[in-house]
């Protein structure tokens, strides 16, 4: 019923920037947490970033001071801000959205690539 629709993904250097976005369909967004997740060839998913409905944030050690989770309820959308890019943020990023006990839907996933 909920439809996440990322973009964003792309190549980059060592040192360089993305933003990516996630936009979901339906009314329940504003009372929703949303997060970004992203999955490396051969690992395991795992938690980048989070915000709440209110707006707290809470980032993994591995990105924290380089990237920033926002979100604009107006709009429906989740951001992501990467800075400081490293090879080792190669990997596909997911945007979620989460009610609890009630409901939990994915992003199609988008690919950032890190070139050293």
């Known amino acids: 019923q909920v439809q996440l629709v990322q973009s964003g993904g792309g190549l980059v250097h060592t040192g360089g920037s993305l933003r990516l976005s996630c936009t979901a369909s339906?009314?329940?967004?504003?009372?929703?947490?949303m997060g970004w997740y992203r999955q490396a060839p051969g690992k395991q998913r795992e938690l980048v970033a989070t915000?709440?409905?209110?707006?707290?944030?809470n980032y993994a050690d591995s990105v924290k001071g380089r990237f920033t989770i926002s979100r604009d309820n107006a709009k429906n959308t989740v951001y992501l801000q990467m800075n400081s890019l490293d090879p080792e943020d190669t990997a596909v990023y997911y945007c979620?959205?989460?009610?609890?006990?009630?409901?939990?839907?994915w992003g199609q996933g988008t690919q950032v690539t890190v070139s050293a």
């Open positions: 339906g009314s329940i967004f504003r009372i929703a947490a």
């Open positions: 915000i709440t409905s209110g707006g707290n944030t």
């Open positions: 979620n959205l989460n009610v609890f006990r009630t409901a939990d839907y």
